[in-house]
Nanobody, 124 residues
Framework: QVHLVESGGGLVQAGGSLRLSCAAS????????MGWFRQAPGKEREFVARIRRSGGTTFYANSVQGRFTISRDIAKNTVYLQMNSLKPEDTAVYYCAAVLRSGLLTLERDYDYWGQGTQVTVSS
């Protein structure tokens, strides 16, 4: 089992920044990659970014490319999502997820473990 706990969400004005954290515990040595997804009210959960645990290779959704940065601290078993130039359309519950095997890893069904989510609200 891998347990994930997100933190860092909140209310921010458009153009502002937030940094989300995701602390992992349990069998973290088995994790291949970790990702961030988000779900806005009335919409499906969508991929935001992911990072491989080994090597740190990253991949982003087009909607956040150039504004968001995913990173990891292996020693702390923590993944971060630095969000800059936030827009009202970035408002959503943000979820951290972990996967045990390789793949494109941009779909919700690709991931094995999920956190409870943290709310991000961007006001205009």
């Amino acid at each position: 089992q891998v347990h994930l706990v997100e933190s860092g969400g909140g209310l921010v004005q458009a153009g502002g920044s937030l940094r989300l954290s995701c602390a992992a515990s349990g069998r973290t040595f088995s994790v291949y990659a970790m990702g961030w997804f988000r779900q806005a009210p009335g919409k499906e959960r969508e991929f935001v970014a992911r990072i491989r645990r080994s090597g740190g290779t990253t991949f982003y959704a087009n909607s956040v490319q150039g504004r968001f940065t995913i990173s990891r601290d292996i020693a702390k078993n923590t993944v971060y999502l630095q969000m800059n130039s936030l827009k009202p359309e970035d408002t959503a519950v943000y979820y951290c997820a972990a996967v045990l095997r390789s793949g494109l890893l941009t779909l919700e069904r690709d991931y094995d473990y999920w956190g409870q989510g943290t709310q991000v609200t961007v006001s205009s």
